[in-house]
T-cell receptor, first 114, second 114 residues
Framework: GAGVSQSPSNKVTEKGKDVELRCDPISGHTALYWYRQSLGQGLEFLIYFQGNSAPDKSGLPSDRFSAERTGGSVSTLTIQRTQQEDSAVYLC????????????FGQGTRLTVV | EDQVTQSPEALRLQEGESSSLNCSYTVSGLRGLFWYRQDPGKGPEFLFTLYSAGEEKEKERLKATLTKKESFLHITAPKPEDSATYLCAVRAVSLPGGGNKLTFGTGTQLKVEL
């Protein structure tokens, strides 16, 4: 597709369950980002992938959060043992260049932990 | 402390009433300042990239400008469909990630009324 695609668009899960969120970046974009946006809050950086380099995981809030990017394209963000405070919109973005240029966002996955 | 600050937090305008949104930043090694528009329930939509002081970009009723300390998003004769949250983001060498990721302000929520 032409843009960044995220799935699912909405996810409701029970506290303690694991969830996986998927991101398909724009074709040819080498950089991929995950951000989190809680209700009424700004965008919080989670993790960054660039080509085959080691990801920048400095924004992951706990070891329950992990992400991988397979083949330099699709990425999956996994949250284990979900907690209510994990409820937020998870946004994925991609960018064609390392360290420069704008990033293009998907529509996000709204995660609700009940 | 390096940071990105947007003001005002919220702005209410009458249709046709021009105004400006502010994004101030205290960083070094700027690698780009970005403006996004975000509608409720959607991901941020890219608007503009500015790289150096004095640069200006325009699109329809929006004009973005950049100085060494801040950026303005000028909205001329706004319409109700311009209502959205406007986000500013910065890439900079001095920010965590060394410019590899975008650091966002908390946004300005704009409401344009008839």
């Amino acid at each position: 597709g032409a843009g960044v695609s995220q799935s699912p668009s909405n996810k409701v899960t029970e506290k303690g369950k694991d969830v996986e969120l998927r991101c398909d970046p724009i074709s040819g974009h080498t950089a991929l980002y995950w951000y989190r946006q809680s209700l009424g809050q700004g965008l919080e950086f989670l993790i960054y992938f660039q080509g085959n380099s080691a990801p920048d995981k400095s924004g992951l809030p706990s070891d329950r959060f992990s992400a991988e990017r397979t083949g330099g394209s699709v990425s999956t963000l996994t949250i284990q043992r979900t907690q209510q405070e994990d409820s937020a919109v998870y946004l994925c973005a991609s960018s064609p260049n390392t360290g420069w240029g704008e990033a293009f966002f998907g529509q996000g996955t709204r995660l609700t932990v009940v | 402390e390096d940071q990105v600050t947007q003001s005002p937090e919220a702005l209410r305008l009458q249709e046709g009433e021009s105004s400006s949104l502010n994004c101030s930043y205290t960083v070094s090694g700027l690698r780009g300042l970005f403006w996004y528009r975000q509608d409720p329930g959607k991901g941020p939509e890219f608007l503009f990239t500015l790289y150096s002081a004095g640069e200006e970009k325009e699109k329809e009723r929006l004009k973005a400008t950049l100085t060494k300390k801040e950026s303005f998003l000028h909205i001329t004769a706004p319409k109700p469909e311009d209502s959205a949250t406007y986000l500013c983001a910065v890439r900079a060498v001095s920010l965590p990630g060394g410019g590899n990721k975008l650091t966002f302000g908390t946004g300005t929520q704009l409401k344009v009324e008839l």
